[in-house]
């Protein structure tokens, strides 16, 4: 995604221009069914068993977690299979996406709000 398209100066637009460019973010929503909020971080661990191999530093993994959030600023940690990592990673951007053009097409209405064109 080009940083200069986002730099478009809504206010510098016309109503038509507001109103087909909304229509152009709409047609880009993709399927919502396979929304999944939230961020992957990689971790390895420590099993704890004595004499293993990660007491001496030599960690397990990295696995695949989602870290979601939570009320309060809190985040959680999903463990994610890793058959499952791909899917999770596409669903991830997939989310990423939709809350992108959700806030532009936001954006867009909220200027015709402000001119008194929303509809
Ligand atoms: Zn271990």
Known sequence: MSTHKNEVVLSELSVRQLRARRRRLVARLPDVGGYLAGSLVEQSRRCGKSGCRCAGGELHGPYVYLSVGRAAGRRSLFYVPQTLAALVRRRVALTASVQQ?????????LELLARRELE
């Open 101 to 109: 053009l959700l806030a532009d097409i936001s954006a867009i209405n």
